[in-house]
Nanobody, 129 residues
C-alpha cells in the first residue's frame, strides 16, 4: 500500500503562484505513475497533470502552460508548480498514483482517474479575485 501526502495548498490572489508537493511512502515500482487531479465544490474530480516517465507528461487543456509537473524520483515526490492562478483554479487538489501499464502515448489512460489506485487526502487551493 502506498500512502500519498500532499502539502503546499493555501489562499492566494489572482496571478499568484503556488507549488504543491506530494510525497509517496511505501513500495512503489518503476512504472508507478503520479499525477494531480482537482475537485471544485459541486463538480466532479478532474484531471490536471500526470508524469508518466521522465519527459512523458500530460496536462489538462485548462492548464494552458501555467502549471508544471515534476518529480523527484529519489525522494518519491511529485510537485505541481502553478503560476498565473485564476479564481477558477480554486479547488481541492489531490495527488494520485498507480501502476498504469500501457503505452506512453495512451493519454486516455493517464488522464483517467479510475486508473489511479492511490490517493492523497487533498489540499485546498483558494484563489481570490
Amino acid at each position: 500500500q502506498v500512502q500519498l501526502v500532499e502539502s503546499g495548498g493555501g489562499w492566494v490572489q489572482t496571478g499568484d503562484s503556488l507549488t504543491l508537493s506530494c510525497a509517496a511512502s511505501g513500495r512503489t515500482y518503476s512504472n508507478y505513475v503520479m499525477g494531480w487531479f482537482r475537485q471544485a465544490t459541486g463538480k466532479e474530480r478532474e484531471f490536471v497533470a500526470s508524469m508518466v516517465y521522465r519527459g512523458v507528461l500530460y496536462y489538462a487543456a485548462f492548464v494552458e502552460g501555467r502549471f508544471t509537473i515534476s518529480r523527484d524520483y529519489a525522494r518519491n515526490t511529485v510537485y505541481l508548480q502553478m503560476n498565473s492562478l485564476k479564481p477558477e483554479d480554486t479547488a481541492v487538489y489531490y495527488c494520485a498514483g498507480g501502476r498504469i501499464e500501457t503505452y506512453f502515448n495512451d493519454r486516455a489512460a493517464y488522464t483517467n482517474r479510475e486508473r489511479y489506485g492511490d490517493w492523497g487526502q487533498g489540499t485546498q487551493v483558494t484563489v481570490s479575485s
